[in-house]
C-alpha cells in the first residue's frame, strides 16, 4: 500500500491510497475536479486511474469538485446516506452513487475500508481505516470535534496514521476568527488542537507507526511547528516518522511495508 496527499487544510483536501494493481481510492475531493487533476497529475495518477472516491462528509473543502469529477470521469462514490442527501443528492450521478453503511466494512480497489464514525458537525461524516491484504493498516482522521472510545479502537495499530492537527488554542482564542467560528472550531463537533491529537495519539499503542501525517493544519490558527511539537512532547512520537501534509503541495507518495508480520 502506499498513499499521498494532494493536499490538506481548511482550502481543499485529497488523499489518495493505492494497494497493487486495482486502481487508486481518492478519499474527498475538497478542489474543483480541474485544480484536482492538475495536484493528481503532480503525483502521476490520471482520471482513468481512480477506482472509486470515498467522501467523509459534506464540507465543501471534502466534497467541492467530487460530484463533476465522478460524473466526468465515470467514478463510483462511496458515502453515507447522510452526506450524499446533504450535497451530492441532484449533483452526483445516481448511478454511481454506493451508498456505504458507517458502521460496515467494504472492499473496494484490493482494500478492506472500515469507516468510522465522528462527532463532527455535518450530517452523517466518517473517517476510514484502510487495510491491505498484506496487513498494512492506514488511518485516516480530520474533521472531529472530540475523541471517542469508539475512534481510540478503531485506530489502533496503524502502520501510518494522517492525523488532524488543526489548530492551536492560543493561537485560535487571539486569532481573527469571529467568537462564533472560534467557538465552532473548538468545539466538541468542530476539530482537533494539537493538544487533543497529541494525546490521542498518546492513547494508541505505536509500535507499529512508521508514519505519523500531521494534515488539516488551520493556516490562521496553527503553524507546523507548534502540531510537531506537541506530538513530540506529549505523544513521545518519534521526530522521524512525523511528516506534514501542506495545503499548497500536500505530501509525495509514500510507501507502506509491513515491518511487524507477527499475525
Ligand atoms: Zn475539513
Ligand atoms: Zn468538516
Redesign the pocket.
Known sequence: MRFASIGS??EG?GTLIAAGSQGTLLV?C?FSARAALGRMADLQVAAEDLAAILV??E?S??VRGVARLANRCRIPVYTTWGTWAAKLSGVLDQTLLQLINPHEAFEVAGLTVQPVPVPHDAREPCQFVFQSRQGSRLGLL??VGSVTPHMLASYEQCDALML?CNHDLEMLAAGPYPPALKRRVAGPLG?LNNRQSAQMLAQLDQARLQHLVVT?ISQQNNHPELAVAALLEQAHCQEHKIRVASQDSGLEWTPLHRTDMIS
Open positions: 487544510g481548511s483536501n474527498d475538497g467523509t462528509h464540507h473543502d471534502h480530520t474533521d488532524e476539530h488539516h
